[in-house]
DNA sequence: TAAAATGACTGGTAAAGACCACTTAACATC
DNA sequence: GATGTTAAGTGGTCTTTACCAGTCATTTTA
């Protein structure tokens, strides 16, 4: 049974136990709401020692599955709070996670100097950096549902090529595979706009339709600017989704 | 000096390590991707052992301020990413962010039987409890920003009157001063609609003019459902931001 | 000269033990 | 019967000690 720790393996003990935790709390073992075992039994039951114990209880806590209480307990949280982290999702991420089988057509593909206010964004001081101007039309079920327009602060020696592009949609899943580069953060706003002859042209809605206005900036694990995006959104077609937490 | 670690201090030594370090980023005097003293160090220079100095360190990484590269070290992150924490604010903590300072006018307060789809948001199964609505439009700098409607479910013994709103403002704060509860968490969705003649009224807009409608729902620490929050806000005057995170 | 090994640094994981602070229920007291 | 006390259980903090796992400059070796 995978419900024990294996000493030899080469993921750490805490994090066994936090999956096997996980996973208790997620087929029901450990129903919502009700207190889980004290970490003195967890360390007799699993034969860690309590600082693990409490490290596989924290990191379970920070994903929303558990909440102590001191003097009481540690107890499941309820499964609305469970799932869906904080998400930072890519377009394509965001629409199979809304039943939506992503598509896109690109507009425009290519090195660029960046504006005043994109340079801004993308931490960039002189005009040094390369940055890639992605510009395309994105699809949910084959129907228009925003206008995406990409620009990438790419590393010296790191490359897109409109080929990769277009054979995997996403291109954090591909900084990801080629160069390691995780998105880890990201500042997001939202706003109102209407839509220009142009933009309701390429998203089949009258001209004047209200758009949902996404720009979003990202950093990588190591702190350095990304991507400065800003999504267009068919107003009917589309609602952004965030969960928030405050903790500290 | 406050820069040394008081043990007699009621606040937990890896607290009061946290303070300091923070302070030390904040005034420059650890300057950004620079990296910060190793644990090692930290430990000999404060006298603390390496777990409590890495208790500090993990609570500032969560935070946004430092970062760690395993073999390499811990470095300070850079401003854009040290302030404001995934926030999860009031109106009027929002309104004060923005320079802006926030009034209401209450249009509608008392006890309501919820609708089905607010019963649902705030996980009531009977609808035995008692559910607070509150109607307010809201002001910043005394020009009507949003439109307000509000559904509290309240605890047993728990209540709230119109008197307290008007002169408090923050329904959060009033919680949290008198009964203990904070709003820890919150799922929130955002998308566009159009001014309906009321709407266009009370916000002194054009009727048929784009909205931005935020929909709320809050969980206090206990993880109960604490409020349900639709706020209508002026397309033309307010742009809603987020910061995210993908950590795990 | 270039490749490989070393060693000294970094953060990452883990154990064992101690004491504090909060909660609760059983108990003793008035 | 109501009230205050106590004791046991919970999570919270902290120390000491040890070893593992990446990183990188230096030294050794082929």
Partial sequence: M????????????????????REKILNGEFPAQDAIPSERQLEEQYNLSRPTIRQAIDLLERQGYLYRVHGKGTFVSPPKLQKGML???SFSEDMRNRGLEPGQRILDFGYVVPSAKIAHQLGLNAPDGQVLRIKRLRYGNDEPIGLQDSYLALGENQSITRDEIEAKGSIYAMLEQKYGIYPTEADETLEVTLATPEEADLLKIPVGSPLLLNERTLWSQDRKAIEFVSILYRGDRYKYFVRLTRKW
Avoid: C, G, R
């Avoid at 995978?2 to 096997?20: E, F, G, H, R, T």
């Fill in 2 to 21: 995978s419900s024990m720790i294996d000493p030899a393996n080469i993921v750490p003990k805490y994090y066994q136990l936090a999956n096997i935790l």
């Fill in 87 to 89: 998400e930072l999702t």
